[in-house]
């Protein structure tokens, strides 16, 4: 079962995450605890590691980009899972 994982707030006052830099591509195999992307918040740069294994099947944003707090960041699942109407 796919797992999407969403932009956390990272500090009190943080509404948007600059996506400074993604570890993983799609299709790639992720483990727990792997470092998935580089995060900015208003106060710091923050790294996002896995609380899942599975493979990266989507990406929210390309790097550079803004998403606000709770936004879709990626989905991790099961190779060649369906993922159609998770994002």
């Known amino acids: 079962m796919a797992n999407v994982v969403r932009m956390p707030r990272m500090t009190d006052t943080m509404e948007t995450g600059l996506i400074v ?3 993983k591509d ?5 483990k727990v605890d792997d470092l ?6 208003d106060k710091a740069l923050m790294d996002l590691e896995s609380y899942w294994k599975g493979y990266l099947l989507y990406k929210g944003a ?6 606000e707090i709770d ?8 190779k060649n899972e369906n993922i159609d ?3």
């Open 21 to 23: 830099k993604w570890h």
């Open 26 to 30: 799609i299709g790639d195999e992720v």
């Open 36 to 41: 998935i992307l580089e995060i900015e918040t």
């Open 62 to 67: 390309p790097e550079g980009e803004r998403l």
């Open 71 to 78: 936004s879709i960041l990626c989905i991790i699942g099961n």
């Open 85 to 87: 109407g998770l994002y």
